[in-house]
């Protein structure tokens, strides 16, 4: 009766609604040994329990850390879960064009780092006369090299040295018979790659001149041109005239920038060979591309050597017209034959031809070739035609997709007939009015073929022209010697009166050399006016134009800044600088 009753017992709980309790031990669960009816009465009746269904309903599963995949897709597809997912995406997509726009926004308007021929001053030195090492009274590149210390003493950044190819030093030396090689005057080879390895130690970069319209009649080429030996017959320009006596009969009027007839009869080819300088300077022929090969070969060679850029001189010369037409009289009443000046022909079809830009732009590329090395850009300046229009000297920059010049030379402050605040206007606002877009203006007060600043405008003005300088925006360049306010050498019989030693010290021939004599004389004023003494006064020129330089290195807005003018008259001319 008992196993009926306890059997019965989860059936009567489960029809009736109850709760099983699942721990319940049944009956075959029992240990008979242990039980007996004498037991029977202890065991409690068991009851039905009523439990609504409503209670025992299984309770809302939430969201927890580790859900399989099965559960986490049934809750994301939960309005309040896929709302509050895509607002989180947009948000994202939102912040992440944010920060992409404001990155370009901060690249875009922040300066760009400036090249290194940017960065200060260019220095020109004409080594003859910068520094004699070996007491031959003829300046040198080891003497260049001795005094370094100088250069980097004004915070100067770049070395321009002027030519010192091999050459008979004509026309000071711009005419070279070996573009290979060091004119013994100045050492040797050995000397240069010294010189070269001190520079850049120092952290400063070296440019040189380079002269391709012409090379010297002692050239190799030109021997073997007059001799018509293969490939060089045609590396000059050779037209036939006649001679009768001292007289010939030339192919056209064209006259060279030194005067007379730019036609000279060689005996030996019994032709007339065009040249554009002296007779000792024949032209090359750029039409030939065997010939623009050759220059381009040059060029690797000094870049190859480690030189960091060229000033191209002459370049608007480097082509003349096949058709060889007479050159249009200034004065067209003038007698024909009394034409010897150069002044006296417009230069229509000797200068600026077309193709010339073809050339410089081939150049440039040329140079772009060693320019792929991080900081190491070569740097390619080319000059200016002073009587050139401003928009034939802008030029030179380039267009806005093929690059030619980092920057022609801009002699407009050198040219300046007279010193007043509004022919210094005039002359800044030419340039960078005219500059295209995205350009680097420069300055230039001094060179070898001008006279220096004490000498054209008194030396009162030398320390005005180093402000303005060394403020404008740009790369200011300094002449040898303006940063002390040399003068000119007062002697009529003096043929280089601008090139006059150096003036390191009060000891004879101003320290230049310890020889007898320097090759021109130096100034008679070299014991007030030397390097030695100003850097011992403070309101020196020579610590003026050092301070200068340290501070437009120093102060942004000089250094990267822009230029607008204020105010100009006679006597004054104003202008703020800005980022």
């Known amino acids: 009766m008992v196993d009926e009753e306890a059997k019965s017992l989860p059936m009567e709980l489960s029809e009736k609604g109850g709760v099983e309790n699942n721990g319940f031990v049944q009956n075959e669960a029992f240990d008979d040994r242990e039980t007996d009816t004498s037991s029977q009465d202890e065991i409690p009746k068991m009851c039905a329990v009523d439990v609504s269904p409503v209670a025992v309903a299984e309770p809302a599963l939430q969201p927890y850390a580790g859900m399989p995949k099965e559960v986490l897709l049934k809750f994301s597809s939960q309005a309040r879960y896929r709302v509050t997912r895509e607002i989180l995406f947009w948000l994202i997509i939102a912040a992440a064009v944010l920060l992409v726009s404001a990155t370009v926004a901060i690249i875009a308007l922040s300066p760009k780092c400036l090249h290194w021929w940017q960065d200060g001053p260019i220095y020109q030195v004409y080594p003859r006369s910068f520094k004699d090492s070996n007491m031959d009274g003829n300046g040198d590149l080891k003497g260049i090299q001795e005094k ?46 010294d010189l070269l390895a001190s520079i850049h130690d120092r952290g400063l970069k070296v440019i040189m001149d380079f002269i391709p319209n012409h090379t010297s009649d002692k050239h190799r080429w030109f021997q073997l041109s007059r001799n018509r030996t293969g490939k060089y017959t045609d590396y000059y320009i050779w037209q036939d005239c006649t001679q009768a006596g001292a007289a010939i009969t030339a192919p056209n009027n064209w006259v060279s920038v030194h005067g007379n007839s730019s036609w000279q009869y060689d005996d030996v080819r019994k032709q007339c060979y065009f040249h554009q300088f002296g007779k000792e300077q024949p032209d090359l022929n750029f039409r030939n591309p065997a010939v623009q090969q050759e220059i381009h070969d040059v060029i690797k060679f ?54 010339m830009h073809d050339i410089i732009r081939s150049f440039r590329q040329t140079m772009d070739q060693y320019s792929s090395e991080p900081g190491r850009y070569r740097f390619m300046g080319s000059d200016s035609d002073e009587n050139e229009d401003i928009e034939g000297t802008m030029m030179y920059y380039g267009t806005t997709f093929v690059q030619e010049a980092d920057f022609p030379f801009n002699f407009h402050l050198i040219n300046m007939k007279n010193l007043s605040g509004n022919s210094v206007s005039e002359a800044v606002n030419v340039w960078m009015k005219n500059m295209p877009e995205g350009k680097w203006p420069n300055w230039v007060v001094g060179s070898p073929n001008t006279a220096r600043i004490s000498s054209r405008f008194g030396n009162e003005y030398v320390k005005v022209i180093n402000m303005l300088l060394l403020t404008l925006p740009g790369t200011p360049i300094t002449y040898y010697g303006e940063e002390i306010g040399m003068e000119n050498i007062a002697s009529a019989n003096v043929t280089f009166p601008e090139k006059s030693p150096m003036q390191w010290n009060g000891n004879d021939n101003a320290g230049f050399t310890e020889g007898n004599s320097s090759w021109v004389p130096v100034n008679s004023d070299y014991q007030t006016v030397n390097a030695e003494v100003q850097m011992t006064q403070s309101n020196s020129t020579l610590n003026l134009y050092r301070e200068l330089s340290l501070l437009r290195s120093n102060e942004l807005p000089i250094h990267r800044g822009w230029m607008c003018s204020i105010w100009n008259d006679n006597d004054v001319f104003v202008d703020c600088i800005s980022c």
């Open 302 to 355: 000094w870049l190859g050597k480690g030189v960091d850029g060229f000033s191209f001189v002459a370049v608007k010369f480097l082509l003349e017209a096949t058709h060889l037409r007479d050159e249009p009289q200034v004065n067209k009443s003038q007698n024909p034959e009394s034409i010897t000046a150069y002044s006296e022909l417009y230069h229509d079809y000797t200068t600026t031809q077309v193709g």
């Open 148 to 193: 370094l210390d100088h250069i980097t003493h004004l915070n100067i950044k770049t070395i321009w040295i002027t030519s010192f190819y091999k050459s008979p030093l004509k026309d000071s030396g711009y005419g070279a018979e070996d573009f290979y090689d060091i004119d013994p005057m100045f050492g040797s080879m050995r000397d240069f790659e």
